[in-house]
């Protein structure tokens, strides 16, 4: 089972993207899913945050800007990003609690996606 982040890429400021977070192999449940970043000599930070009955947390950093939503079928997690400003610029993991089975629970990490955003 794991975690697979994608969708960065470079924008300019005020412009927008979408990262997703896919669990690739055969779980019984995605729970909780959280995106963070980590900004060139920084630590990493917690950006956003989606509980298993879709309650949602943010940043105050990123409050009204970025949404976290997911899709249970999918067992993918995403967050849209709207106008994008240059101290977003950073690479971007999400983290993930599954049920790999009724009893068994794992706690993932995707690669992390770079976003950069140009002034």
């Known amino acids: 089972v794991q975690l697979q982040a994608s969708g960065g890429g470079l924008v300019q400021a005020g412009g927008s993207l979408r990262l997703s977070c896919v669990v690739s192999?055969?779980?019984?449940?995605?729970?909780?899913v959280a995106w963070y970043r980590q900004a060139p000599g920084k630590e990493r930070d917690l950006v956003a945050r989606?509980?298993?009955?879709?309650?949602?947390t943010y940043a105050d950093s990123v409050k009204g800007r970025f949404t976290i939503s997911r899709d249970n079928a999918k067992n993918t997690v995403y967050l849209q990003m709207n106008s994008l400003k240059p101290e977003d610029t950073a690479v971007y993991y999400c983290?993930?609690?599954?049920?790999?089975?009724?009893?068994?629970?794992?706690?993932?990490w995707g690669q992390g996606t770079l976003v950069t955003v140009s002034s």
């Open positions: 989606i509980g298993t009955l879709g309650r949602t």
């Open positions: 983290s993930a609690n599954v049920a790999a089975s009724a009893y068994r629970y794992l706690d993932l």
């Open positions: 192999g055969t779980i019984f449940s995605l729970n909780a």
